[in-house]
């Protein structure tokens, strides 16, 4: 129980795809939930998902008031999806900046979908469906990737848009002196 190490790309269970959650039992899949929070948390993300810290199961989490890895970005909802689902709703792909816990010190420049709508179960089983744009729906994209074994750097159509963050720090935030 508690914070976990989060596994790094080239980890064999990073690549591939994770099962889907069958039965809700309540203690197993709470502990889940509160390892993937403690580490989320420890780890100063936005999401995370439970293959990053070795459950290969389809369950994802996300959310923020404000966080520091992504100083400009809206607050999103604190959200706990099971066996979520994604649904493309504009084929506009738009460029962005990401990190990934299992990637760090690196940002790569990703094209995502600006809007899509998402369905999901909360650890009650209840569905949760919402239609999102922005860094909220490049989030839910770049967790459910996770679920699939892409990791985002997979995603980077031109390398040269992949390096350390603190090399990158004067075209990810151009206007900022420091973070
Ligand atoms: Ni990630």
């Keep these: 129980m508690g914070i976990k190490q989060v596994l ?5 269970s990073l690549a591939s795809p994770a099962m889907r959650v069958q ?20 780890e100063g993300g936005v999401g995370i998902a439970a293959p990053q810290i070795g459950f290969h199961l389809r369950i994802i989490m996300f959310g923020f008031e404000a966080n520091a890895r992504y100083p400009d970005e809206e607050a999103i909802p604190f959200t706990v999806l099971i066996n979520p689902t994604i ?3 504009s084929n506009e792909l738009i460029e962005g900046w990401e990190g ?3 990637v760090p010190g ?9 809007r899509i709508r998402y369905r999901g179960q909360d650890p009650h089983g209840l569905t949760i469906e919402r239609t999102v744009e922005g ?12 679920l699939d074994g892409i990791l985002y750097p997979e995603r980077i159509q031109n390398l040269k848009n992949f390096g350390f963050e603190e090399e990158l720090r ?3 935030w151009p206007t900022k002196e420091s973070i």
């Excluded at 039965?23 to 420890?42: G, H, Y």
């Design 8 to 12: 790094r790309m080239g980890n064999a």
């Design 23 to 42: 039965e809700f039992s309540a203690n197993v899949l709470n502990n889940i939930i509160d390892d993937m929070a403690d580490t989320m948390q420890e």
């Design 87 to 89: 649904e493309i709703l």
């Design 100 to 102: 990934c816990l299992s």
């Design 106 to 114: 690196m940002r790569g420049l990703v094209p995502r979908y600006h």
């Design 135 to 146: 860094f909220h729906a490049r989030v839910v994209q770049h967790e459910y990737d996770h």
């Design 170 to 172: 004067s075209r990810i």
